[in-house]
């Protein structure tokens, strides 16, 4: 296997499920399961819903392995009349440094695009916060032969020179037709469309798109995960359903640990 010259990231996005109860059961199952991480060189990422993530954080504190907690979404406002937002501050206060920003779910059913998916980006990079930030096209756009045109309009409104060169930006490649469906891009459709993303960048604002982490989603799981990271532009996953059982999520864990180090 080629050596994963980025280091790798597993991150869990949990979406709308698990309160703070179930949090707790997730991360007691984990610990009792996992003593460790199989590499340093594997990062481990858990993103759930905003109410649990207090608990999740204080949980990660403990766990026997280190973990990020991320959150699902911020404003790029740092405080005001936003009703159901969430902002930077208050997430470092509960200890969080990662927020997702963009996913496919959050542009398609509540109206985020590419100019706000910048905004808040941007705010919150430079607020200090890393940012994993998602696109990918739908199976509409892939069947219309839009699939770069669509990946490069949204690297080219979606992420800003400050938020490339901070060295706090993550991308997330997720199909929107492979998400929850089942049906994962192949090795070679991830590779493609990664390629595709780094060398726009790289074309876009040079030799700093050598140095950026991009995950694949959609329909990851422990018996795909190898084959998809075996992609020299794979960094790591963003991952949904096999996520949300720990035992699952470690199985990604060590499987990318005992194929890769
Ligand atoms: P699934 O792994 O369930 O396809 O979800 C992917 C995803 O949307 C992660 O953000």
Not at 111 to 138: M, N, P
Request: hydrophobic fraction near 40%; proline fraction near 6%.
């Amino acid at each position: 296997m080629p050596p994963k010259v980025r280091g790798v990231l597993i991150a869990g996005n949990w979406k709308m499920n698990y309160g703070p109860k179930e949090t707790e059961a997730y991360f007691r199952a984990m610990a009792a399961q996992a003593p460790s991480l199989p590499s340093d060189k594997l990062r481990a990422c858990l993103i759930p819903p905003a109410v649990s993530l207090a608990t999740a954080q204080h949980l990660a504190s403990q766990n026997p392995f280190p973990i990020t907690i991320a959150a699902q979404n911020a404003h790029w406002e740092l405080k005001g009349a936003f009703t159901g937002e969430l902002s930077g501050p208050m997430l470092k206060e509960i200890g969080l440094s990662t927020v997702l920003i963009g996913h496919s779910e959050r542009r398609q059913f509540f109206g985020e695009t590419d100019e706000t998916v910048r905004k808040r980006a941007d705010s919150l990079i430079a607020q200090g916060f890393e940012v994993i930030l998602c696109i990918g096209e739908t199976r509409a756009e892939r069947e219309a032969h839009q699939t770069e045109a669509v990946l490069r309009r949204q690297l080219d409104e979606g992420v800003s020179a400050a938020a490339l060169s901070s060295g706090k930006l993550i991308i997330a490649y997720e199909p929107v037709w492979a998400i929850g469906t089942g049906l994962t891009a192949t090795p070679g459709q991830a590779q493609e469309a990664h390629a595709f993303i780094r060398g726009h960048l790289k074309k876009t604002h040079g030799a700093i798109a050598d140095k950026i982490v991009i995950l694949y989603g959609g329909s990851v799981t422990p018996e795909n995960i190898d084959s998809l990271l075996a992609c020299p532009d794979v960094d790591g996953g963003l991952v949904g359903g096999a996520s949300l059982k720990p035992e699952s999520f470690l199985a990604l864990l060590s499987k990318v640990g005992r194929t890769f180090w």
